[in-house]
């Protein structure tokens, strides 16, 4: 199968910092990539899908201006927590995807922590 | 919108029982039913998915089946291990977008 990373694997901040995720497709090119926010014992929760080239999607509830998503080249997509907060701190995963397999694969998660 | 139920939360069965968790779907338009092992703090893994034009699918002790009409698949584990404990999830997308809609995961534990 395909292969996506991510970095970094965790971080913790302070409050009102910014913090940057990136998540990469190491062997395939993806045109289209997810992120996605995971509570503890919860479900994944998709936050936005990031189309290269174009603006992301944004699901509802998801505040664009707080989480901002570039996808600059087929294989880079980056996630930027502005002025993060504690509430913020979750486990976030980014899944891109596959147009070889037809499915989507999923980088290894960051825990963020705002303290 | 597509809404995913899944049940149980949480599912004990004795090593070398069988595991059954349904979900339901609801949107008639989704075609692709794809199912994930999540073992805590790592990244969701793909274990089997079934496609709408199939109504069942088998890997070794991992089968899926799907009833469109009544919009539910199920996902069946055989001789379970203690390997197998792990919160489990299934999903539901349209392939056009190829977005997830995702349950909301069921811990499944073996007992030794």
């Known amino acids: 199968g395909a292969v996506v990373s991510q970095h970094p694997s965790w971080v913790i901040c302070k409050s009102g910092t910014s913090v940057k995720i990136e998540c990469r497709s190491l062997?395939?090119?993806?045109?289209?990539m997810f992120w996605y926010r995971q509570f503890p014992k919860q479900s994944l929760m998709l936050m936005a899908t990031?189309?290269?080239?174009?603006?992301?999607?944004?699901e509802q509830g998801v505040e664009k201006d707080k989480f901002l998503i570039n996808h600059a080249s087929l294989t880079l997509s980056t996630l930027t927590v502005t002025s993060a907060h504690p509430e913020d701190s979750s486990f976030y995963i980014c899944?891109?995807?596959?147009?070889?397999?037809?499915?989507?694969?999923f980088g290894p998660g960051t825990r963020l922590t705002v303290l | 919108g597509e809404n995913v139920e899944q049940h149980p939360s949480t599912l004990s069965v004795q090593e070398g029982d069988s595991a059954v968790i349904k979900c339901t779907y609801s949107?008639?338009?989704?075609?692709?039913f794809p199912w994930y092992k999540q073992e805590l703090g790592k990244r969701p893994q793909l274990i089997i998915d079934?496609?709408?034009n199939v109504g069942e699918k088998k890997d070794q002790r991992i089968a899926v089946t799907l009833n469109k009409t009544a919009k539910h698949f199920s996902l069946h584990i055989t001789e379970t291990q203690p390997e197998d404990s792990a919160v489990y999830f299934c999903?539901?997308?349209?392939?056009?977008?190829?977005?997830?809609?995702w349950g909301a995961g069921t811990k499944l534990i073996i007992k030794p």
């Open positions: 899944s891109a995807r596959d147009l070889r397999y037809n499915e989507q694969f």
């Open positions: 062997d395939f090119q993806a045109t289209t």
């Open positions: 990031s189309n290269e080239g174009s603006k992301a999607t944004y």
């Open positions: 949107d008639s338009a989704s075609n692709y």
């Open positions: 079934i496609r709408s």
């Open positions: 999903a539901a997308s349209i392939r056009s977008n190829y977005q997830l809609i």
